[in-house]
């Protein structure tokens, strides 16, 4: 019988075989709270809306960094099939 590591994230309770998967999963988790917070906080809209801006947001974080550097069109490819990655796809 062999034995697996994993690392369960307290967030949402996903699984994950490494660490770093794991810690990078919780970060994103932790900024799409805080982007939700912010949405909240200065716009009047249903909590379940603010929270998939909040994670959209937060997944697609490289791609935005980019954009606000100088590449706007990169924002349009948010969500088309060829750049969607299913975020739980590491999770056990």
């Known amino acids: 019988m062999s034995i697996t590591p994993m690392w369960r994230v307290d967030r949402d309770g996903s699984m994950f075989t490494d660490k770093k ?3 990078e999963h919780d970060r994103m988790l932790e900024l799409a709270a805080n982007l939700t917070t912010l949405l909240e906080d200065h716009f009047t809209m249903d909590e379940q809306l603010a929270e998939d ?3 959209l ?17 990169l924002v349009l490819e948010i969500g088309k099939p060829s750049d969607e990655k299913d975020p739980d796809s590491e999770a056990a």
Do not use: V
């Open 21 to 23: 998967s794991a810690e």
């Open 53 to 55: 801006i909040g994670l």
């Open 57 to 73: 947001l937060s997944r697609n974080k490289d791609i935005l960094s980019k954009a606000f550097k100088g590449k706007p069109d």
